[in-house]
């Protein structure tokens, strides 16, 4: 059951895993990694050599590129988005990915890992590709699906839509964008650089999601400066800022409100880092919730906590500062439902029914949607994301491929 794009997109998707192009979190530069540069030095090359215009790299290390109208009409200029890095989470470095050709249905082992399994059983939406061409990792690194399946999407949709000049649409703007995965992924420079009405990222799971909720997000940072003493003459003295960080970590809600006890549309506060000395400790947390309200309130709470801790204790300092980090693309999107309307349109015309859950995470999308370039979520067919076993169907891509085919004829109706 091979289709139009499948041969196309498989070499694009073994050609990109196999570049290392992880990001890093720790690292201060932008982009995060010189290594995400390879992948993007490589893209400039094949947009030239598609026939791409105005393709450049810029110095906050994204790519761009023009698909110039084939028609008269007034349509929108239309952006697709993917990102060039890959998860921190998850050995990234060699990847070797391989391709399961029609693939059996049943369990799927790994190379170079010989305890390792995929089985229907444990991932259900692969229970469904009995069929499909299959391409997974060898079983110690991540595949980087996430997002090079939605770069050779975009690629193959740009390569086609190139070289058959006939088929009617507006200018798209293509941008390739480095450090999604570290949440650095839009530049402020960018949604001028872009300069479309309204865009798409291609970096969803299974196929006929597009997502258009994505979670509001803070983050939060708490400092407590103890007082610091030689602990041979600290009696009635010194006070401890770890002691007042645990008091603080073990006050917060841990049976609800933690990602570990939540879902759906239910937000959470989460403890990621704990750092620190008897004189200074440094708590680091993330805020998430759907609604404004809801991550006011767990804003809020984090305060109260902090406030009752630091009221036990009025000789050390306890400083809580919540920042923003990005907001839920649906407020932007509810009050102008063209992009993800006409996304469905298309997804429709594949004789696929869209699926649309609210994304516990953000996009690339939530920061540009903010920035006012609307932009929801389009499915590429990743699977099991940021671990060895993630897996994307070949046919899958090749649906997002007729996707994104089918949002430019559309658009320039
Ligand atoms: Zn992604």
Not at 10 to 18: C, F, G, K, S
Not at 266 to 276: A, N, Q, Y
Not at 343 to 364: F, H, L
């Amino acid at each position: 059951m091979r289709t139009d794009f499948d041969q196309e997109l498989e070499d694009r998707l073994l050609r990109y895993t196999a570049i290392d192009s992880q990001s890093d979190e720790e690292s201060p530069t932008q982009p995060s990694t010189a290594i995400q540069l390879d992948m993007q030095r490589l893209l400039v090359e094949e947009l030239t050599a598609i026939g791409a215009a105005d393709v450049r790299l810029t110095d906050y290390g994204a790519v761009l590129a023009t698909i110039p109208a084939t028609t008269d009409a007034k349509a929108p200029v239309i952006g697709f988005l993917a990102h060039v890095d890959t998860a921190p989470q998850f050995n990234a470095t060699g990847v070797k990915p391989r391709v399961l050709k029609n693939y059996n249905g049943g369990a799927i082992t790994y190379p170079d890992a010989p305890g390792l399994t995929l089985t229907p059983e444990g991932s259900p939406y692969l229970a469904t590709k009995a069929g499909h061409d299959i391409i997974t990792a060898s079983g110690t690194t991540l595949l980087g699906a996430d997002d090079k399946a939605g770069v050779s999407v975009i690629m193959t949709a740009a390569r086609h839509l190139l070289a058959n000049p006939h088929i009617p649409h507006g200018a798209i703007r293509i941008a390739f964008t480095p450090d999604e995965e570290v949440g650095r992924g839009v530049d402020k420079r960018l949604p001028a650089d872009l300069g479309a009405s309204f865009a798409y990222t291609f970096d969803g799971g299974e196929v006929g999601e597009i997502e258009y909720e994505s979670f509001s997000a803070d983050g939060a940072t708490v400092t407590i400066t103890g007082v610091s003493i030689h602990p041979g003459m600290a009696k009635g003295k010194l006070v401890n800022a770890l002691h007042l960080a645990a008091k603080i970590v073990q006050t917060l809600p841990q049976a609800t409100m933690t990602p570990e006890t939540t879902k759906g549309t239910e937000g959470f506060l989460h403890v990621t880092d704990l750092k620190g000395s008897a004189a200074e400790a440094v708590i680091k947390l993330i805020l998430r919730d759907f609604e404004l309200e809801g991550l006011a309130a767990k804003g809020e709470l984090l305060q109260q906590v902090c406030a009752a801790v630091q009221a036990g204790e009025p000789r050390a300092e306890i400083t809580c500062e919540i920042k923003p980090q990005y907001r839920n693309m649906r407020y932007w999107l509810e009050k102008d439902m063209t992009p993800v309307d006409l996304a469905r349109a298309a997804c429709r015309d594949i004789g696929i029914e869209p699926v649309s859950v609210p994304i516990r995470g953000g996009t690339d999308g939530s920061r540009l949607t903010e920035m006012g370039v609307p932009c929801p979520n389009i499915f590429t067919g990743m699977q099991n994301i940021h671990g060895p076993l993630e897996w994307i169907s070949v046919q899958d891509m090749g649906a997002a491929v007729k996707m994104a085919l089918g949002i430019a004829e559309r658009a320039a109706r």
